[in-house]
């Protein structure tokens, strides 16, 4: 099972992960200084997180202050199981739902998308290699949330597949394949439409 | 290590992403890392990905989240301003921490109370063995054990007895609980104890335990309740000062052969009316605990 604490983090050994979880436990104490310290940790990490998430600022700044007061009321649960950033992280994705209240966060269409063997390689990325930064970057904007989601979380906040999903609350292998057809969507949206089959 | 020519390994795009975001333990990375110096599908693959990282990082360099200062005194306004939620517990951790109000309860209850208690059932153990007569056994078993309950009962709860009260009354449990729990200590105490000397003073084969048990019981219950009402209603030393008048006018009579107005025997028996009535009170008594106006 894939160890949920990475020590590549931050620059920080494990001392550094073990630390934080200590935090926490000040912050389910009642102290205030706690907060504040994870706050400046993680902020930046959970606000552009909550921006893939809607790209209101101004609503996203209310999710990040939804967000660190559910963790002050929440603290006394965390366990320790996860890293503190990816139980961070997964509250703001819970106080996004509630107050998007879309259905797009929690679809699960990857089911009805036809699925290659895991592992082989995908011919028509040729076509993702081939675009102009500015192009996958506007064709990344447009992505379904749930792709954008689960690629802004791998490649910005980078996290490990099992923190993930522990965030999203899927399996890992759900992870992956969600992975996978993202590619295949933003691929298929800088296909010109008359060579789609 | 085998050494025919190995076999391909497999092609490793589900790792990939991973790979590149570098979350992968070593074993995987390197797995990858071999596999990609033979592989040019999936190294075309890897440049994919890379690209695609490489889009969504430039495009969140420009953002930055509220610094701290801007954020941080709202947070404390929201917190302050929105009383919690309570927290429903499940059953098993709700026994739980009813198991640690009564342990946290049995040290906050003031000392006098446990050792008074033990201190009276010891005199009247003594009284019984060395100097009652055997038809004074029932009299005093039935005068003086209630009046002993009666006596903790009063100075149970309330901020004349209660050293700790501030500590109980900015505990989230609310004061209901507390008395609840103080009241189960004290009668499991004083029960036991009572339980305890009847046993001694019964006949060695423990005939007339029942018997002897009866003339105590009911009025214990009934008169504690009466206590533990009076002492949240007017304070401890009224209550106790109330229990012990009411006992007077039962023992008085006995004593002096004077009569005197005093509540009918009938009230002083151990049946289940009385002890419904004992009940009763004892609810009256939890539901004003949580009314209770709270000291200046």
Redesign the interface.
Same mark, same amino acid.
């Given at each position: 099972m894939d160890s949920l604490v990475s020590e590549r983090r931050c620059g920080m050994g494990e001392g550094g992960a073990a630390g934080e979880i200590a935090l926490v436990a000040q912050v389910a104490a009642g102290e205030r200084l706690a907060l504040a310290a994870l706050y400046t940790l993680h902020h930046q990490a959970v606000f552009r997180y909550l921006l893939q998430l809607t790209p209101d600022r101004g609503l996203a700044e209310e999710l990040l202050q939804d967000t660190f007061v559910a963790a002050w009321r929440g603290a006394g649960r965390f366990e320790g199981r996860s890293a503190v950033k990816t139980w961070l992280l997964g509250i703001a994705r819970r106080q996004a739902h509630n107050a998007l209240r879309g259905p797009s966060l929690l679809l699960d269409g990857d089911a009805a998308l036809a699925s290659q063997p895991a592992t082989d390689p995908d011919p028509g990325d040729v076509v993702l290699a081939q675009a102009e930064q500015a192009q996958l970057a506007a064709a990344l904007k447009r992505l379904p949330l749930i792709y954008r989601e689960v690629l802004a979380l791998a490649f910005i906040q980078e996290l490990s597949s099992a923190e993930m999903a522990a965030v999203l609350g899927i399996p890992l292998g759900t992870v992956k394949s969600r992975l996978r057809n993202g590619k295949r969507a933003l691929r298929d949206r800088l296909t010109p439409r008359e060579e789609l089959p | 290590m085998s050494h025919e020519a190995p076999a391909a390994p497999?092609?490793?795009?589900?790792l990939l +992403?991973?790979y &590149? *975001?570098?979350?992968?333990?070593p074993v995987q990375t390197r797995q990858v890392r071999r596999h990609l110096a033979v592989?040019g =599908?999936?190294q !075309?693959?890897e %440049?994919?990905?890379r @690209?695609?990282? =490489? +889009?969504?990082?430039? *495009?969140?360099a420009a953002?930055? =989240?509220?610094s701290?200062t801007t954020?941080?005194p @709202? &947070?404390?306004a @929201? &917190?302050d301003a %929105?009383p !919690?939620?309570p927290i429903r517990l499940p059953p098993a951790a709700r026994l739980a921490l009813g198991g640690r109000i009564v342990l946290a309860q049995a040290r906050l209850i003031h000392r006098s109370v446990w050792l008074a208690s033990a201190c009276a059932f010891a005199a009247v153990l003594i009284y019984a063995l060395f100097a009652a007569r055997r038809q004074e056994l029932d009299t005093v078993l039935g005068l003086a054990l209630p009046l002993i309950t009666a006596a903790g009962a009063a100075f149970l709860y309330g901020p004349e007895a209660d050293p700790a009260l501030e500590i109980t009354q900015a505990t989230p449990v609310p004061a209901r609980g507390v008395l609840l729990a103080r009241c189960g200590l004290l009668v499991a105490y004083d029960l036991g104890l009572a339980l305890l000397l009847t046993a001694l003073l019964a006949g060695p084969a423990g005939q007339g335990l029942d018997r002897l048990t009866a003339l105590w019981l009911g009025p214990m219950a009934l008169l504690s309740a009466i206590s533990l009402l009076g002492s949240l209603l007017a304070g401890p030393l009224v209550a106790f000062g109330g229990a012990v008048a009411l006992w007077l006018t039962r023992l008085l009579p006995l004593v002096s052969g004077a009569s005197l107005p005093r509540a009918p025997d009938g009230w002083w028996q151990t049946n289940p009316p009385i002890l419904l009535v004992a009940a009763a009170l004892f609810l009256l008594a939890l539901l004003y605990a949580d009314r209770r106006p709270l000291p200046a």
């Amino acid at each position: 099972m894939d160890s949920l604490v990475s020590e590549r983090r931050c620059g920080m050994g494990e001392g550094g992960a073990a630390g934080e979880i200590a935090l926490v436990a000040q912050v389910a104490a009642g102290e205030r200084l706690a907060l504040a310290a994870l706050y400046t940790l993680h902020h930046q990490a959970v606000f552009r997180y909550l921006l893939q998430l809607t790209p209101d600022r101004g609503l996203a700044e209310e999710l990040l202050q939804d967000t660190f007061v559910a963790a002050w009321r929440g603290a006394g649960r965390f366990e320790g199981r996860s890293a503190v950033k990816t139980w961070l992280l997964g509250i703001a994705r819970r106080q996004a739902h509630n107050a998007l209240r879309g259905p797009s966060l929690l679809l699960d269409g990857d089911a009805a998308l036809a699925s290659q063997p895991a592992t082989d390689p995908d011919p028509g990325d040729v076509v993702l290699a081939q675009a102009e930064q500015a192009q996958l970057a506007a064709a990344l904007k447009r992505l379904p949330l749930i792709y954008r989601e689960v690629l802004a979380l791998a490649f910005i906040q980078e996290l490990s597949s099992a923190e993930m999903a522990a965030v999203l609350g899927i399996p890992l292998g759900t992870v992956k394949s969600r992975l996978r057809n993202g590619k295949r969507a933003l691929r298929d949206r800088l296909t010109p439409r008359e060579e789609l089959p | 290590m085998s050494h025919e020519a190995p076999a391909a390994p497999p092609h490793v795009g589900d790792l990939l +992403a991973a790979y &590149i *975001s570098n979350t992968l333990d070593p074993v995987q990375t390197r797995q990858v890392r071999r596999h990609l110096a033979v592989c040019g =599908a999936c190294q !075309a693959e890897e %440049e994919t990905w890379r @690209r695609i990282a =490489a +889009a969504l990082q430039t *495009s969140e360099a420009a953002v930055t =989240a509220p610094s701290p200062t801007t954020m941080l005194p @709202r &947070i404390w306004a @929201r &917190i302050d301003a %929105e009383p !919690a939620p309570p927290i429903r517990l499940p059953p098993a951790a709700r026994l739980a921490l009813g198991g640690r109000i009564v342990l946290a309860q049995a040290r906050l209850i003031h000392r006098s109370v446990w050792l008074a208690s033990a201190c009276a059932f010891a005199a009247v153990l003594i009284y019984a063995l060395f100097a009652a007569r055997r038809q004074e056994l029932d009299t005093v078993l039935g005068l003086a054990l209630p009046l002993i309950t009666a006596a903790g009962a009063a100075f149970l709860y309330g901020p004349e007895a209660d050293p700790a009260l501030e500590i109980t009354q900015a505990t989230p449990v609310p004061a209901r609980g507390v008395l609840l729990a103080r009241c189960g200590l004290l009668v499991a105490y004083d029960l036991g104890l009572a339980l305890l000397l009847t046993a001694l003073l019964a006949g060695p084969a423990g005939q007339g335990l029942d018997r002897l048990t009866a003339l105590w019981l009911g009025p214990m219950a009934l008169l504690s309740a009466i206590s533990l009402l009076g002492s949240l209603l007017a304070g401890p030393l009224v209550a106790f000062g109330g229990a012990v008048a009411l006992w007077l006018t039962r023992l008085l009579p006995l004593v002096s052969g004077a009569s005197l107005p005093r509540a009918p025997d009938g009230w002083w028996q151990t049946n289940p009316p009385i002890l419904l009535v004992a009940a009763a009170l004892f609810l009256l008594a939890l539901l004003y605990a949580d009314r209770r106006p709270l000291p200046a």
